[in-house]
């Protein structure tokens, strides 16, 4: 594996610990800590299936499956995120609609390399 998947998933890493860290102070805690770790999951599985064959041998093509519920569940976590910041009375409306936009560009930013690294891998070894 190269030296910039390490670095990504360290980076990734580092920003689950801290999401769980903040998600650890909420209501319903267990749904939001489960669904950023199984996120972790799903990204380390799908970036080492990419680099080792081995590894996407024993998951095969459900591979696509994890990348699909993976997406998903980084939808939903953003949506809540984003529902928390339409709460708030101190921000504006152009304060919300650039931290909307800050927001989801920083999801696509982390997430989507790992989600596509699942697709390829797939196309890859199939």
């Known amino acids: 594996m190269p030296w910039w998947a ?3 998933l ?8 801290l999401d769980i860290y903040h998600n650890a102070k909420l ?3 267990l749904v939001y800590v489960s669904s950023d770790v199984l996120c972790a999951a799903f990204v380390t599985i799908c970036v080492l ?4 064959q081995n590894v996407y041998s024993l998951i095969g ?3 696509l499956m994890l990348v699909g519920v993976g997406v998903l569940i980084e939808i939903i976590s953003s949506l809540r995120d984003l529902g928390d910041a339409k709460k708030d009375p101190d921000i504006t409306d152009s304060e919300r ?6 927001a989801i560009s920083v999801v696509v930013l982390i997430a ?4 596509i ?3 390829l891998a797939d196309m890859k070894y199939t």
């Open 112 to 115: 989507a390399p790992d989600y």
């Open 117 to 119: 690294l699942g697709i």
């Open 61 to 63: 093509s459900s591979i």
């Open 49 to 52: 299936a990419y680099f080792n």
């Open 97 to 102: 609609h650039r931290l909307t936009t800050f």
């Open 6 to 8: 390490y670095s990504y």
């Open 10 to 17: 360290g980076i990734y890493f580092s920003l689950t610990i």
């Open 27 to 29: 209501p319903k805690r």
